[in-house]
């Protein structure tokens, strides 16, 4: 009797000393934390696991989901109990076979068990709430402004616009309803979509600090809608809601080659609001857009995200988005149709002002003429701070780069706008002390602003650089020994940054369009360095909005129609192909490849209408080559092939053999044609070049000769002087092909050069972002050379997806130890949480230490002429040491989770 009491002691011990082992954290909702607000029909759960032990490994989780923070503490789950499912999976656990009700918040906590089947204690509970779900759970209706001419206190302007003959703009409106609630509220929500843009207020407080909302989509199939949980703004009494509308790319007047002035989908800026408020008494109330609504002009009296946005302070209602105000003069709203597109949930990330940047210094080029240099190109705009007379006009203008004599330079950013009027902005002041304004509707690229129009000589604290971009989390980070690697570093994250605004586009100043070849260029390197799934997967469905029939799809997304004549092709298409591919390689979602699967498919079957004889002649080539130009076919071809490969891989995932016998058969075609056309004796592709070379390497086109064709393409690289001689795809592939194949080395001298054609020639130059020219001409903000970070997370720090178990299920762990390195350090957050590696020399000494994450292992490649002690133990003698084995140059072997510090001797 004693010996069982005391069994029972010792088993309630050890059971309160697991939870200390284990914790179950970071739970998100399709990759979302507590997210708002979704439509996702199952939604999937992800959990981390952190383990004091090593080798920790799931052996089953279970579940609760439960309609009340209440019920989940007590471990009622009155909505879901999974109960005990034996899996190791713990990302992307779909909840489903339960029916999901609009509004409805739902939390949730899990717990697991290790592969002793020892059970740990429950997380943190977190929830989700869905968004609206069914047409009719909205009964908002659309409304706009009168245009122009129909407010009479415009008749004057309309008289002289037509005079003048200018284009009638009209203000950005502002929308306000003013509405009693009568008791304590426990609950209120607001759906809100307002196209372009909206800037969305409660008693005159700011509703969130998203900014340039929603995201931009293909307005005649997709509108987006944001979710606000404004419980602690609503107050018992009269409450007013309030909204100002820009022109955003819905309402995209501006005249430029792209063609978004002659969209399908433009109009007028519309309104479709919806507040919904629950009482502590159970009534609700249900606050919507509609004809009852005011509407008036505000003092945003031009907007245009390309040319910039005009204020005049001197127009402003002071007190009309509070209560209390006389709205009685103010018109009622018109309802309109609205945009045609399907209302969905917006789940990517909303742009943000992340930064504030103080001039660096401040210069007078002319008198009167003052120009800002922040030290950093950025996208955004800047914030003014003024004191002048009333009426005073202040002008803003931005560029990226200045002219010989000091003033900014916006010839290459306005050269396909009509007028060539961009980035600028005007502030005309009400008088009567410090004035603070920046804009609501637009966003610029730039380093450099010019102002004129100061009643006296500025201070630095004039203008404040507001950087805006998706506010991602980041996912990793990477520094090393080389400062000038760190400054490439920084500028491939400054350029991706700018280059993400509700949609990955080229450039911010001059385009600020979705080309799909930079986009997949990048995607790899913006997956290692910040949280983006959502983000991507928005914009996936963006293309699949954009496919015509045929299975074509433009070169820029979204497209007014402008890119299925010119820009598109396999290089800059497989965007919809590759970053599915990638999104299943680094998260391990499937869900993205199923989605887009038969988009694929009808793609690629499109592009066989395009070949002849296998061979692809259509789309742009290395675009942006240093000197050496490789014919576009090579990578048309090339890009056709890896297209068919991948369907082939995606149809053998989801048990389509048919398809995956079709299009694997199609890929060994490709490849037969391809290597029947452009490979020559001696390993040699095309002409020679560095792009043709890397590319039949990085793509897996070569055949018994690839150790020809890379001492091939190390001899065209020594011929350049160790320097790359590419475009935007050919450098992509260079690095790779060259550090897949041994030669991390010379890989490692082409990314530290300083001169032409380099990264570090641009750095010399004072870069902070990636440019679009080796030359330094043209943009001075593009990501397309960006896929240089992933190299340095894969080939310094050495950490890259098992392409067997996605999604860092298996972490494949092979640096290259530089002898010009010191130390180097990464770390990046995966789904499974913290992959860490970092390597330092001492004398012959190299000590790497690497943190695999709870329910992952790592394979370890390391180089053979070496001793390895891990954890000062002879690898052949270590308990976690795993499948150890000899291949190639290199010894490999598995590690368990856990933290360990291999050295090597």
């Given amino acids: 009797m004693k010996k069982s009491i005391v069994f029972c002691i010792i088993l309630q011990l050890s059971w309160c000393l697991l939870p200390a082992q284990v914790t179950v954290k970071n739970l998100s909702v399709e ?44 471990g009622t789950a009155d909505i879901w109990d999974s109960h005990k499912v034996l899996s190791a999976n713990s990302v992307l656990v779909p909840f489903t076979n339960h029916p999901l009700h609009s509004r409805q918040r739902y939390y949730w906590k899990v717990r697991v068990w290790d592969e002793k ?36 206190s415009f008749v004057a302007r309309r008289k002289l616009l037509i005079k003048e003959g200018e284009k009638e703009i009209s203000p950005a409106p502002q929308f306000r309803r003013s509405f009693n609630v009568p008791k304590k509220a426990v609950k209120a929500t607001l759906y809100i979509s307002g196209v372009g843009y909206n800037v969305p207020c409660l008693n005159g407080q700011g509703i969130g ?23 602690q703004t609503i107050r018992s009494g009269e409450n007013v809601l309030s909204v100002v509308l820009g022109n955003g790319w819905y309402n995209m007047f501006t005249k430029a080659v792209w063609g978004f002035d002659h969209a399908p989908w433009r109009n007028e800026p519309a309104l479709l609001a919806q507040l919904e408020i629950t009482n502590e008494d159970g009534s609700t109330q249900v ?83 003052y120009v800002f240099d922040l030290g950093k190109a950025i996208a955004g705009y800047a914030r003014l701070k003024i004191s002048a007379p009333a009426g005073t006009e202040i002008t803003l203008r931005y560029a990226e780069r200045l002219s010989k004599d000091g003033r900014v330079d916006q010839q290459d950013i306005g050269q396909h706008v009509e007028n060539h009027l961009v980035q600028t902005d005007k502030y005309i002041c009400k008088g009567g002390g410090v004035e603070t ?77 979705g080309w799909t070849g930079d986009a997949h260029l990048a995607a790899e390197m913006g997956l290692y360095n910040f949280k983006g799934q959502n983000a991507y997967t928005k914009w996936l469905r963006d293309i699949t909005d954009e496919q015509r029939p045929s299975g074509e799809i433009p070169a820029i997304i979204p497209s007014s129609g402008w890119g299925y004549f010119w820009g598109n092709g396999p290089a800059w298409d497989n965007a919809m192909v590759l970053i599915p591919w990638y999104l299943y390689q680094y998260s391990g979602d499937q869900r993205i490849l199923q989605q887009m699967y038969p988009h694929i498919k009808r793609y690629v079957d499109y592009l066989g209408t395009k070949t002849d004889n296998h061979l692809m002649k259509i789309g742009l080539g290395d675009w942006a080559p240093a000197k050496t130009k490789t014919p576009p076919e090579v990578t048309s071809t090339a890009y056709y092939y890896v297209d068919a490969l991948l369907l082939s891989k995606m149809a ?84 790779h092909a060259l550090s897949d194949n041994g030669h991390s080395d010379m890989a490692y001298k082409i ?119 891990v954890d000062d133990i002879a690898l052949s003698k270590s308990k976690y040491a795993k499948k150890i084995h000899k291949e190639n140059d290199n010894i490999q072997f598995i590690l368990g989770s856990g933290t360990y510090i291999i050295k090597l001797k």
């Fill in 751 to 869: 990314v530290n050069q300083r001169s032409f054609p380099s990264w570090g020639n641009w750095i010399g130059q004072g870069a902070t972002t990636l440019w679009e020219q080796w030359d330094g001409s043209e943009s001075h903000n593009h990501i397309m050379f960006g896929d240089v970070s992933a190299w340095f997370y894969k080939n310094l720090a050495g950490i890259s997806p098992d392409t067997d178990l996605p999604g860092f299920k298996l972490i494949r762990f092979q640096p290259y130890f530089s002898p010009d390195l010191a130390w180097v350090k990464a770390a990046h957050q995966s789904m499974y949480g913290e992959i860490a590696a970092g390597w330092s020399r001492k004398n012959n000494l190299i000590s790497y230490t690497i943190t695999i994450p709870a329910n992952t292992n790592g394979n370890i490649i390391l180089p053979l002429d070496k001793k390895i002690l």
């Fill in 209 to 231: 600090d998203q900014l340039l909302d929603p995201a931009f989509t293909r307005y005649d199939k997709t509108v987006l809608y944001s979710t606000y949980d404004v419980l």
């Fill in 287 to 369: 606050i919507v857009s509609d004809e009852t609504w005011k509407v008036a002009p505000g003092p945003i009296i031009f907007n245009s995200i390309r040319q910039g946005e005009s204020y005049d302070a001197g127009k402003e209602t002071p007190g009309w988005n509070k209560p209390g105000f006389n709205d009685k003069q103010w018109s009622p709203p018109l309802e309109v149709r609205g945009p045609l597109g399907i209302l969905k949930a917006q789940m990517i990330q909303p742009v943000k002002a992340t930064d504030q940047l103080v001039p660096k210094t401040i210069m007078q080029p002319q008198p009167g003429l």
């Fill in 437 to 513: 304004w920046n804009p609501s509707f637009v966003y610029h690229g730039f380093q450099y602003i010019e102002v004129s129009g100061l009643p006296a000589n500025p201070g630095k604290e004039t203008i404040t650089g507001i950087v805006l971009h998706t506010a991602m989390e980041p996912a990793g980070s990477f520094e090393c020994s080389n400062q000038l690697f760190n400054s490439i570093q920084q500028a491939a994250l400054n350029s991706y940054q700018s280059n993400f605004m509700g949609y990955p586009t080229d450039c911010p100043q001059r385009e600020k369009n």
């Fill in 652 to 735: 053998g995932l989801f048990g389509n053999d048919a398809d995956k016998e079709k299009y694997a058969e199609l890929a060994n075609k490709i490849k037969v044609a391809f290597n029947k056309q452009y490979y020559h004796q001696n390993g040699v592709y095309d002409q020679g070049s560095q792009t043709a070379l890397a590319c039949a390497i990085y793509q897996g086109l070569t055949g018994d000769d690839l150790d020809k064709t890379v001492a091939a393409l190390v001899a065209a690289v020594k011929n350049s002087d160790d320097h790359l001689d590419c475009g935007i795809l050919g450098t992509k592939y260079l690095l």
């Fill in 117 to 152: 089947g020892n059970a740990f204690s429950y997380s943190e509970g977190a929830f989700w709430e869905m968004g609206l779900l069914k047409n009719t759970d909205w009964q908002a209706k659309w409304i706009s402004a009168p245009l122009v001419y129909d407010w009479a």
């Fill in 31 to 74: 990759y979302l934390a507590n997210p708002v607000g979704i439509d996702v029909e199952e939604p999937r759960l992800s959990w981390t696991i952190e383990s004091k032990n090593r080798e920790f490994s799931q052996s089953a989780y279970q579940v609760l989901v439960a309609s009340s923070p209440d019920k989940l503490d007590e």
